[in-house]
T-cell receptor
Framework: AQSVTQLDSQVPVFEEAPVELRCNYS??????LFWYVQYPNQGLQLLLK??????LVESINGFEAEFNKSQTSFHLRKPSVHISDTAEYFC???????????FGTGTRLKVLA | NAGVTQTPKFQVLKTGQSMTLQCAQD?????MSWYRQDPGMGLRLIHY???????DQGEVPNGYNVSRSTTEDFPLRLLSAAPSQTSVYFC?????????????FGPGTRLTVT
């Protein structure tokens, strides 16, 4: 069955340090992969997505994620975080041919001054 | 465009009461869905719709009903509220039902059942 695992529930990191938020999925078919960000008391917003093609995808605010099919992972990285990146990040998967998105449990990123 | 709107923002219900959470989108999106968000559990899909007149169950459908009579609206009905339904509810829409397009989320409804 399709599932998404985000192993880290909370990640504290100092400002300007690099960060990696991990996401692993299980699926037996082709998948589409997404990262969403949720700022306090708001809905989710798309950060980046992988549909096909280049396995490295980037967002406009410096985040990137790499699709690794052999390891069934889609980890999110940023080389230097800002206080404003403090938020909860959700990895999501949809399987080709289905209508359902499955979300991970989320990782709360806290950037410290 | 207003995007995805949800009403109300907050609601307190007593056990056994019923209510409808409203969701509307003005982007002519084909796909709409309802999620509940609980601490440590991420977002769980309640019901979804791939077009007007077509709905299906998600991961946690018990205690909830939906209908989709128009492309724009996708209300979620709680039939007889229970404390276990205390949660934050998000409605989302997507251009395509094929899973290749991002979902746009509403601001959420925070529901407390006492």
């Amino acid at each position: 069955a399709q599932s998404v695992t985000q192993l880290d529930s909370q990640v504290p990191v100092f400002e300007e340090a690099p960060v990696e938020l991990r996401c692993n999925y299980s699926s037996s078919v082709s998948v589409y992969l997404f990262w969403y960000v949720q700022y306090p008391n708001q809905g989710l917003q798309l950060l980046l997505k992988y549909l096909s093609g280049s396995t490295l995808v980037e967002s406009i605010n410096g985040f990137e994620a790499e699709f690794n099919k052999s390891q069934t992972s889609f980890h999110l990285r940023k080389p230097s975080v800002h206080i404003s990146d403090t938020a909860e990040y959700f990895c999501a998967v949809s399987e080709s041919g289905t209508y359902k998105y499955i979300f991970g449990t989320g990782t709360r990123l806290k950037v410290l001054a | 465009n207003a995007g995805v709107t949800q009403t109300p923002k907050f609601q307190v219900l007593k056990t056994g009461q019923s209510m409808t959470l409203q969701c509307a989108q003005d982007m002519n999106h084909e796909y709409m869905s309802w999620y509940r968000q609980d601490p440590g559990m991420g977002l769980r899909l309640i019901h979804y719709s791939v077009g007007a007149g077509i709905t299906d169950q998600g991961e946690v459908p018990n205690g909830y009903n939906v209908s989709r009579s128009t492309t724009e609206d996708f209300p979620l009905r709680l039939l007889s509220a229970a404390p276990s339904q205390t949660s934050v509810y998000f409605c989302a829409s997507s251009y395509s039902a094929r899973g290749t397009h991002e979902q746009y989320f509403g601001p959420g409804t925070r529901l407390t059942v006492t």
